[in-house]
């Protein structure tokens, strides 16, 4: 699966807890996640260093238009990434619930450790994505 399928993917499941997601579906789309926060980042500072003087330059402008979209975009993210995470969970033989873990110091650990691990076979949530 690709970077753009990918993406698509996690975002059309972006409501839905049901079924599985591959190791490559998921981090493809985590990376898509970390692009967008980064040129957010990038466009903000940008548009604080060019309108440091007080001059509303055109540059200024774009820039905080840009950034604006990119954080509303990394916002309508988030639904996305929690069901993708619990997709995730799911192909790796593990229940939804152990997304909670996020609240837990140290439990985002434990869940970046569950989403490394490999897909399992079949299994209650569904048939592994991987042989599809």
Request: hydrophobic share 45%.
């Amino acid at each position: 699966m690709g970077f753009t399928e990918a993406v698509k993917t996690c975002l059309s499941k972006s409501f839905t807890v049901k079924g599985r997601t591959t190791r490559s579906e998921f981090w493809y789309f985590m990376l898509c996640q970390f692009l967008t926060y980064l040129v957010a980042i990038i466009f903000l500072l940008l548009n604080a260093d060019w309108n440091s003087d007080g001059s509303n330059n055109l540059l200024a402008i774009i820039s905080l238009v840009i950034g604006v979209l990119a954080v509303l975009a990394y916002l309508c993210y988030i639904p996305a990434s929690i069901c993708a995470q619990v997709h995730r969970l799911h192909d790796t033989g593990r229940p939804g619930t152990y997304w909670f873990l996020n609240i837990v110091p140290f439990g985002s650990w434990v869940l970046l450790y569950f989403c490394i691990l490999p897909s399992v076979s079949d299994n209650e949530y569904g048939d592994n994505p991987s042989k599809e």
